[in-house]
């Protein structure tokens, strides 16, 4: 679907902080008209809630790589100087609340963390947990979702700066083989995932497609894609009898929020599961 077509990119939502957007703030930071003002709406209302500790606001994900669509969730990352103080996580869950609220679909799909600069600069070997928005959430809790070498590869390479510094100034280089052995501890996530599931939506099967490409293609190349770059590569660098299953996945992608209550076909969670098995001895090959 174009842009110009996209009934997201036409909304005009209202204000909601006092302030108007300062010289730091951008309103064209993705393709799409309203996405832009909520996100203006996000860094003014962090800023106020945070003060002096706000040190910038970044997309990472989807609209860092240049592969978002009106189907992607908005993967966001406040860095702050200091750590979160409790009543500033109060004042932080109202701002999302209200954000949520807001007559666009964007709003309840942002996704993303607060993290302290220091604890940004480089991988975190406890994973500690941040302050945490996932997808379709309305309140904020602690969940190490983001904190992750991937993370800070896509916001220090690709990262679109909303306010504050450059994100290379933030994140220190990080090398192919730190991608990789990140790979390796994901794909023991995944397997540990779908053996304790006993319910798995026909959304998130997509989803584990895909994702297990692009951490075959991690592995490859050195450096993070797109899921559905990953998986056009997958297609061709993969034996021939993964390539109707990844491109179930590929083509699966339009409105994956109505996906998200449906369950899993039983005949493509059966190949999803041998298709685990087999990226698992191919990423022990490579």
């Not at 996580?89 to 309840?108: G, K, V």
């Not at 406890?126 to 959430?137: C, F, T």
């Not at 280089?173 to 730190?178: Q, V, Y």
């Not at 009898?241 to 369950?263: F, G, Y």
Request: proline share 6%; with cysteine.
């Amino acid at each position: 679907m174009s842009v110009r077509n996209d009934p997201r990119a036409s909304t005009t939502i209202p204000r909601v902080n006092a302030e108007s957007p300062g010289e730091g703030e951008r309103g064209d930071a993705t393709p799409f008209d309203d996405l832009n003002q909520l996100l203006v709406e996000l860094v003014v209302g962090a800023k106020e809630v945070l003060g002096d500790s706000f040190c910038g606001a970044y997309l990472q994900g989807s609209f860092a790589v240049g592969d978002a669509d009106v189907h992607s969730d908005v993967d966001f990352i406040v860095v702050t100087e200091e750590d979160v103080a409790p009543e500033q996580q109060d004042e932080l869950q109202a701002l999302h609340r209200t954000l949520y609220a807001l007559p666009t679909s964007w709003a309840q799909h942002l996704e993303g963390s607060y993290i302290a600069r220091e604890a940004l600069r480089r991988l975190d070997p406890g994973r500690r947990p941040l302050l945490y928005l996932d997808n379709g959430a309305t309140e904020l809790a602690l969940d190490s979702h983001d904190n992750t070498v991937v993370v800070r590869w896509l916001l220090r390479e690709h990262g679109v700066v909303l306010a504050g510094p450059d994100p290379r100034e933030l994140v220190d280089p990080i090398t192919a083989d730190e991608l990789r052995a990140e790979m390796h501890w994901a794909l023991g996530l995944w397997q540990a995932w779908f053996r304790s599931t006993d319910s798995i939506s026909r959304r998130a099967l997509a989803v584990a497609v895909l994702s297990h490409a692009r951490i075959l293609h991690t592995l490859a190349m050195g450096e993070i894609s797109s899921k559905r770059t990953a998986g056009e590569w997958a297609i061709h660098a993969l034996d021939p009898e993964w390539a109707p299953l990844i491109r179930w996945a590929l083509e699966d992608r339009p409105d994956p929020w109505t996906k998200v209550h449906e369950p899993a076909d039983p005949v493509l969670l059966s190949r999803t599961r041998q298709f685990i098995d087999h990226a698992a001895a191919w990423a022990a090959e490579h």
